[in-house]
């Protein structure tokens, strides 16, 4: 990374070096050249300054380097030694006058800079535009202008470093600057970073106002705000309105979906043997909720049970009132704990209601997020020796690190060792799974939505995707990341998928030839599965049962089980399963089933009967391989 820095360093000032070299080059040989040529009676401090003095005139074109002076000084020409100095001099005359050039075209470049850098904004094309001055703003500009290999205009207070292909413009107060707007004209992105949360959400909103077109990313810190900044400014908006393409990314969200997609919690348990998933979160801020987020909507599966998560916290009152007035539905559905304690430090009470936790089902990965009193690094590895002590785990322990704490990278899918330390949630990973360096932002949501419109489109929700409400978005993105959990409840091995790959932004590929649902039991098995995700989705955008629908209030009556569910909604569920036939694509490199999921499970009559009432024909979907 230093030799790196070191080359853009040396890129970014070529010119600047360049001349440079030039005037030493020049001076040195004029200087030599002179001091030899000059009369013998010319000696000391008179000798220098005359050769010092000519040696300048190399640099404004003196009559001295033409031949016409040489003889007023009385240097005879013929003379071989002579010659070969008046070369050496000629060679000095060129670069005396490349550098004099240079130095003429560099200033005039200075004097010149703001009326080309304007003119220099106006015609980038298919860049990214970043405001902030934040270190996540910088790292993406970093890694879009070295991945993508793309230019970016970069909106800054002040340029604390010059990345290749960065063009760095002076931060306007508002972004009604005409130098803002044309920076924006044909931008292939808008990504906004600010010093505080409260900006970033003001800019990030006027900004997709001004560019509707454009898709704009916000980033922030907090997961719950980054899903609720539309919900304050939506409104019915008209048949013709364009809407936005803004989309807002927790940063902390992005951390925990990397390291749930990487190392699925659901493939740690079933690895581990266990019956259901059991996470440990010592430190709850924000990547800790986020990581909860994320667990119920991508670590779904039908074949373990519902998930357990507990919290080690200092604060842990505190914070599970938080917890549960931001999701007020989410402890009736999910075994959720807080204990309070430090998790460097876990004391004898806090240990004893560990153990009782651990006694119901044994841990399936630990996460240290926060350090309350000490960096995660130290956190995680006083957890690893107590836990090695006194027998409380075996799982691996993750450490939030957005420099990799120096643990090497571990392959997505990978067997840990007993309490093995591992790091998460990197800066490229962040990036990746923000999808900040999609080439098509939420291409995959797009997508799963045109299929909606296509074949159950009713409701507020059939409209195109730059109208829709960014909660019928989110549905879209989340149902997209349950893919794999969903292929992985089929039978089939995923490690193909996420092994040393980031967030996929392509559908997933299944190999030629296999049957995605093998009878009517496997079909509907997924079909519950889906019911699971979407009250999970429900309930983590803060909805609760209620006996009737009230978007204020957020009460939903479907937030039951599936066998539960009226008949037309449980239709409904089933022939959305049915569309994951459309949505995977098959291949000779793509993914098969697992040999331990190589027989289906015995079909019962009445989920064929479940899939006649829907209007799916098995023979048409279950016994057909996928197209």
């Known amino acids: 990374m230093a030799l790196r820095r070191f080359i853009i360093t040396i890129r970014n000032h070529s010119i600047g070096i360049a001349l440079l070299i030039g005037t030493i080059v020049t001076f040195a040989l004029a200087f030599s050249a002179w001091n030899a040529l000059l009369p013998d009676s010319m000696t000391g401090w008179e000798r220098l300054s005359q050769a010092a003095y000519l040696s300048l005139r190399a640099f404004v074109f003196g009559d001295e380097y033409a031949g016409i002076g040489l003889q007023a000084l009385g240097i005879a020409e013929a003379d071989g030694t002579s010659t070969a100095l008046q ?6 005359r060129w670069t005396g006058a490349f550098v004099a050039l240079g130095a003429i075209l560099k200033a005039a470049l200075t004097v010149f800079r703001e009326p080309l850098i304007r003119v220099q904004a ?5 860049h990214a535009v970043v405001f902030g001055d934040s270190l996540i703003a910088r790292k993406f500009a970093e890694d879009w202008a070295t991945i993508r290999k793309r230019a970016v205009t970069h909106h800054a207070h002040e340029a604390e470093h010059k990345w290749d292909g960065v063009l760095t413009l002076p931060r306007n107060a508002r972004l009604n600057a005409r130098l803002t707007l044309n920076s924006l004209r044909w931008a292939d ?18 900004a997709a106002r001004q560019r509707p077109g454009t898709p704009t990313f916000a980033i922030v810190r907090d997961p719950w705000l980054a899903e609720h900044v539309h919900h304050a ?5 008209e048949a013709g309105e364009q809407g936005d393409l803004l989309i807002t990314v927790s940063e902390h969200s992005a951390s925990a979906r990397a390291v749930l997609h990487r190392h699925p919690a659901y493939l740690l348990a079933e690895r581990a043997g266990h019956g259901r ?6 430190g709850f801020g924000g990547l800790g909720e986020a990581l909860v987020r994320d667990l119920l909507h991508t670590n779904l599966v039908s074949f373990l049970d519902r998930p357990m998560i507990t919290v080690l916290d200092l604060q842990a009152p505190k914070k599970s009132k938080t917890f549960a007035l931001r999701y007020p539905g989410l402890a009736d559905h999910y075994d959720i704990s807080f204990i309070e304690c430090d998790a460097a430090a876990v004391d004898e009470a806090a240990c004893t209601r560990l153990v009782e936790r651990l006694e119901r089902a044994p841990l399936t990965a630990a996460y240290v997020t926060t350090g309350e009193q000490a960096p995660p690094l130290a956190v995680a590895l006083a957890l690893q020796e107590q836990a090695r002590r006194q027998g409380l785990f075996e799982a691996p322990i993750f450490i939030a690190a957005r420099d990799g704490a120096g643990l090497p990278v571990r392959p997505g899918g990978a067997d840990f060792q007993p309490c093995e330390l591992a790091a998460f949630g990197s800066w490229s990973e962040i990036n990746s799974a923000g999808g ?10 797009r997508e799963v939505h045109e299929t909606y ?16 409400k960014e909660r019928f978005r989110n549905s879209n993105r989340r149902a997209v990341a349950h893919t794999h959990a969903k292929l992985a409840s089929l039978g089939f091995d995923i490690s193909p998928l996420i092994r040393n790959r980031p967030i996929a932004t392509t559908r997933p590929v299944v190999a030629t030839g296999e049957t995605l649902f093998r009878n009517a039991t496997e079909f509907m098995n997924i079909a519950r599965l889906e019911h699971e995700r979407w009250n999970a989705d429900r309930l983590v955008d803060g909805w609760r049962y209620g006996p009737t629908r009230d978007d204020l ?5 479907n937030l039951v089980s599936f066998d539960e569910l009226p008949p037309d909604i449980a239709a409904y569920d089933i022939r959305l399963v049915a569309r994951l036939a459309d949505w995977v694509r098959t291949g000779k490199d793509g993914i098969m089933r697992s040999a331990r999921f190589s027989t289906p499970p015995p079909e019962r009559g009445e989920d064929r009967e479940a899939l006649k009432a829907a209007g799916i024909d098995m023979d048409e979907i279950g016994n057909c391989s996928v197209v």
């Open 233 to 237: 400014i939506e409104h019915k908006g």
């Open 453 to 468: 419109l296509k074949f159950e489109a009713a409701g507020e929700a059939s409209v195109p995707w730059p109208r829709l």
């Open 436 to 445: 900040l360096l999609d080439r098509e932002p939420d291409q995959l949501a």
């Open 277 to 282: 998933v059991h996470i440990l979160i010592a």
């Open 87 to 92: 070369s050496q001099l000629h060679i000095a």
């Open 189 to 206: 992105r808008i990504v906004i970073s600010e010093s505080s949360e409260a900006a970033t959400i003001e800019t990030a909103l006027e």
């Open 122 to 126: 106006i015609m980038r094309a298919g």
């Open 553 to 557: 209030k957020r009460t939903h009556p």
